[in-house]
């Protein structure tokens, strides 16, 4: 089953986004490394526009290196779009994050144009620890601005260079199935939108094609690497549990202990630095997702226009009032 959630305060931060956006310069959109595509919010995409933009790959440490650098790659082929990688060990990220808005927008600067600059990103993508290293070392928060929705924080990174905060947001529809999975086991979820097993059997079917060096290290499987891949996902799990004492009595594995093992190794970065999307799959996921959802909405209108077309023949088919009906029943009323 599909991972679905109720993103709380959805409207309100879309409203002040909406608001602020209009004097904005650049975007900066905090992105989890491990899944960068999965992780990126398709309706910032569509409130943003043509803005400048910078990406962001957060937790880098606990990403694969290379396909870091084929994100990033990917980013900067883009539009107007720059991409840096972070993570909380960045002893400077202040330097990094206006060193790439100042290249992005060099129209603007100096005190009658100060670079104003947005941050967005999903819950625990790691806004608050940036924000907090950004807030504690190299800025003053001057809090929130008369006359702009009060979840919003201003912090000025320089005199002439203004980041807008707003709160982690969720969107309300997932419509590529496997960014579920992947949001759920980076974290990003709560713990009651999803099924542990469900999300540890995506997560090892992710993991187990690029990673399985990894997967045969961390848990002393028996199963020889190269077959790894090709091992049906369920199977994998169970070898996982075993190997880790998730057994019950009578021997069975325990599956949603195991899975439990394998989202919490996946998120410390126990099994390894790990990604578990790369930019070609995640276009293939959405492209497939997109087609998909016009498919649902073209029959949704098929059968929207198939209901109204019986509900105006039965309509019609109806006795009509003959003429003078309404002057009987006045009749009828006076008499009474
Ligand atoms: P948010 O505001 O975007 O929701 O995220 P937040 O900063 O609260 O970070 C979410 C979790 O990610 C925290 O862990 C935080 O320590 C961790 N984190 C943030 N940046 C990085 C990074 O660059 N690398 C790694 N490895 N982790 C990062 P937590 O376990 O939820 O809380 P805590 O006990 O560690 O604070």
Redesign the pocket.
């Known amino acids: 089953m599909a991972i679905q959630w109720f993103p709380g305060h959805m409207h309100v931060t879309k409203k002040a986004i909406l608001e602020r956006i209009k004097d904005i310069d650049v975007v900066i959109e905090?992105l989890d490394a491990r899944l960068p595509g999965s992780s990126a919010n398709p309706m910032l995409a569509a409130m943003t526009g043509h803005r400048l933009k910078l990406k962001v790959l957060?937790?880098?440490?606990?990403a694969d290196p290379a396909r870091t650098e084929a994100w990033l790659a990917w980013y900067r082929a883009q539009s107007d779009t720059a991409a840096i990688a972070?993570?909380?060990?960045?002893t400077a990220p202040a330097q990094r994050l206006v060193k790439a808005c100042r290249e992005l927008a060099p129209h603007r600067g100096g005190m009658a144009k100060p670079l104003r600059v947005l941050i967005c990103?999903?819950?625990?993508?790691?806004?608050?620890?940036?924000?907090?290293t950004l807030v504690g070392k190299k800025a003053a928060k001057t809090g929130d601005e008369a006359g702009v929705t009060r979840i919003e924080q201003r912090i000025n990174l320089a005199s002439d260079f203004y980041l807008f905060d707003t709160p982690?947001m969720l969107w309300p529809k997932i419509i590529v199935e496997k960014s579920g999975y992947h949001l759920a086991g980076s974290?990003a979820v709560g713990r009651n939108a999803y099924d542990e097993e469900e999300v540890a059997l995506e997560l090892i079917q992710s993991l187990k094609g690029p990673y399985a060096p990894l997967l045969v290290a961390r848990y002393k499987l028996d199963t020889p690497e190269a077959e790894i891949p090709a091992m049906h996902d369920e199977a994998l799990l169970t070898e996982i549990g075993r190997k880790r004492g998730a057994v019950m009595s009578g021997g069975r594995v325990n599956l949603q202990k195991a899975a439990e093992i394998v989202i919490n190794d996946f998120?410390?970065?126990a099994i390894g630095r790990a990604t578990l999307e790369t930019p070609a799959e995640f276009e293939a996921w959405l492209q497939a997702a997109q087609a998909h959802e016009a498919t649902l909405q073209a029959e949704r209108a098929a059968r929207n226009k198939k209901h109204k077309r019986r509900h105006d023949q039965e309509e019609a088919a109806l006795p009509r009032p003959e003429a003078g009906d309404g002057d009987h029943e006045d009749a009828n009323d006076s008499e009474d």
Do not use: C, E, Y
């Open positions: 905090l957060n937790k880098q440490d606990l972070l993570d909380a060990s960045d990103g999903i819950p625990n993508v790691g806004k608050s620890t940036l924000l907090n982690g974290g998120r410390s970065a």
